[in-house]
């Protein structure tokens, strides 16, 4: 079974810092591109960052560049989100997914493939 379990979430003052972790498994990991996403209520989903199959690029909105961090353990199956001087707009339910051999866009995620449940991120004043 294809799964990818998020986690790492939870409720953060403005300022401070989460590490999600996306862990993967049912799947060849390194074929894959693997992209965290996120989406508030009432608005649609957005891409985040990506990290790339081929050479292991990322690639992050404008919104979080020099904020947040996408990395990966090929050895573990786990993919990473560092987000530090975490803002009240970050809160969302984040995801991560995977691309089979993607080139890493970031926009609305129709291209992933697969799919985690989500864990929350909760920033407070």
């Known amino acids: 079974e294809v799964q990818l379990v998020e986690s790492g979430g939870g409720l953060v003052q403005a300022g401070g810092s989460l590490r999600l972790s996306c862990a993967a498994s049912g799947f060849t990991f390194d074929d894959y591109a693997i992209g965290w996403f996120r989406q508030a209520p009432g608005k649609e989903r957005e891409g985040v960052s990506c990290?790339?199959?081929?050479?292991?690029?990322?690639y992050y909105a404008d919104s979080v560049k020099g904020r947040f961090t996408i990395s990966s353990d090929n050895a573990k199956n786990t993919v990473y989100l560092q987000m530090n001087s975490l803002k009240l707009e970050d809160t969302a339910v984040y995801y991560c997914?995977?691309?089979?051999?993607?080139?890493?866009?970031?926009?609305?995620?129709?291209?992933?493939?697969?799919w985690g449940q989500g864990t929350q991120v909760t920033v407070s004043s």
């Open positions: 990290i790339s199959s081929s050479d292991g690029s990322t």
């Open positions: 997914a995977a691309d089979f051999y993607g080139s890493c866009p970031i926009g609305y995620g129709y291209e992933y493939d697969y």
